[in-house]
């Protein structure tokens, strides 16, 4: 009779609901899609964007999102419509598609099309290219000269009862931008976002004021393509065009804002490694064998990766092949120094050298490491891109550089029992690539946000003998994407694996195709990932 009870009580509840329940549902999908050339991505939080923050509370969000290499209008638009990075699309010179990919990674509006024929889905644009070449497959295609001509006929599209996605772009922050650069200081790039929010608070409004609205399901997405540089001139690569803002405001979306350490990590994304301290004071580390290979002994090297150290002490060898205990041990490490770090080298006749930085490592961001050896002339240490030191060398060409050691290890030096600083350094990796070569300054700075390098055009790609991404997301095998199968081992029990940005360009696609309930084919080669909980409806629980 109990159980009796409370079958009869659901079926109450349910019957009492099924309104709104079934209506939910079954609610239309539709979608509108903002894309906007050249926000950088602290100006939302810094002008007055009160259209823009509506969208923010109502879904997930990064103001830091990365936006790929290079960043230009044309490749933004290109990884964003494809949901693939510039190695696959093919689009990497400023202002232009040549070079496309595009047959083989289509826009998301032809598969969209392909698997809801009667969707419909309108584009309006300030390039035309993104019509022409993308998002030909839509129904209705518009191009204009200035934004407000694309929010009139926007707002214009979103009255139609039939209308299912429209696809918009905005592009005066980065005309302004251009002419007088990407700064929160000029007013007039400011004024520039601040008219963008008005726009989005129009569309946003145009939105719910549809007749059906209420039996419709509207996701909106927003997102800057690229930033730009505080000259206004691009460069590409730098951080301030990179990371980009990204929002996915809709009903299924977690409301919260995604911030890549408090994340899982992600299959087919840039995830990062970090290693800890164990409580237990196991050694945690990574190590590559390398006997036999061109990695022992090396006479010319270019070592660079990311890090973020953590709180350490001591000195602790971030990546070494040698035994730490003695500098004129024979071999390298890159290690630890008070708040900074350094190299320390030596052949098998104890001639060592101590080269160090003077810019801080352990201020909680993450800092590019880059390390240029060439035996007989000059050893070259960078950081963020920058020469912060360097030292003539006088190794003759018969000295041996080579460690007693068959590892390369990371968090550990190459005896793997290092005790400075014990049990290992803590701090996360990502991005670790040696080069058989003695790269120059100009080409680690132009190349060290270029993620996929063995599928770019790096002009020492030839010479590249170890690449660790470090995206893996479980297992203990760190694999060496440099074609050379120098894979590594991860030991010990105190890592993490977490996304390296929280959300990208890339996932834009595979959300838009999540909303309308189109599976993803893995033959496609799309490297974002659905940014939502999808947790099943719940009335609530029944005891037993």
Known sequence: ??????????????????????????????????????????????????????????????MSGYGGVPAYTSSGWSTMLTGVSSDKHGVTVNESFSGNNFAQYPSVVSR??????SLVVASVVRTPEVNTLLNGAADQKFQFSTDDEVYSKSVELLKQADMGAVFLQF?????????????????????????????????????????????????????STRGGTE??????????????????????????????????????????LRINKAASGDKTYVRIPIKGTPLQGMNKFTIEFWAKADANSSDPSIIGDKNWDSGGNPGFTICRS?????????????????????????DGNWHHIAVVFDKTKLCTIYQDGEKVNESVLTYKDADNMASPYDYICLGQDGSQVYGGGAPNWAG????????????????????MYLRNIENGNHPNKASLNLYLKLDEVRGTVITDYSGKGHNGELVGPASERHPYYGMGLTDIAVNILSHFGISVNSGWGLEGSVLKS?????????PR
């Open 338 to 362: 008070g708040s900074t770090w350094k190299i320390n080298i030596a052949n098998q006749k104890t001639e060592r050298y101590d080269i160090g930085s003077s810019k801080v490592l352990e």
């Open 171 to 223: 592009s005066s922050p980065a005309e302004v931008g251009q002419a007088v650069g990407f700064q929160l200081r000029q007013a007039q790039y400011v004024l520039a976002i601040q008219k963008i929010d008005e726009y989005v608070a129009g569309l946003h409004a145009a939105i719910e004021s549809r007749s059906s609205y209420a039996n419709e399901d509207w996701n909106i997405f927003l997102a």
């Open 1 to 62: 009779m109990r159980h009796l009870f409370k079958y009869a009580c659901l079926v109450l509840v349910v019957l009492l609901l099924k309104g709104g329940l079934v209506s939910a549902q079954t609610k239309a999908k539709k979608i509108l899609v903002i894309g906007i050339d050249g926000i950088i991505n602290t100006a939302i939080d810094y002008a007055a964007t009160p259209g823009i923050g509506a969208l923010r509370v109502n879904g997930s969000y990064t």
């Open 534 to 542: 999808n947790v099943p409806y719940r009335l609530f629980k029944v």
């Open 112 to 117: 969209m099309k392909s698997a809801l024929s």
């Open 231 to 272: 000259s206004g001139i691009p460069q590409s690569s730098t951080p301030e065009e990179i990371n980009v803002p990204i929002i996915f405001s809709g009903a299924e979306m977690d409301k919260k804002e995604m911030i890549g350490t408090a994340l899982a990590p992600r299959e087919n994304a840039d995830n990062i």
């Open 428 to 447: 996360s990796l990502n991005e670790l690539r040696i080069f058989t070569d003695a790269l120059s300054g100009e080409t680690i700075k132009k190349y």
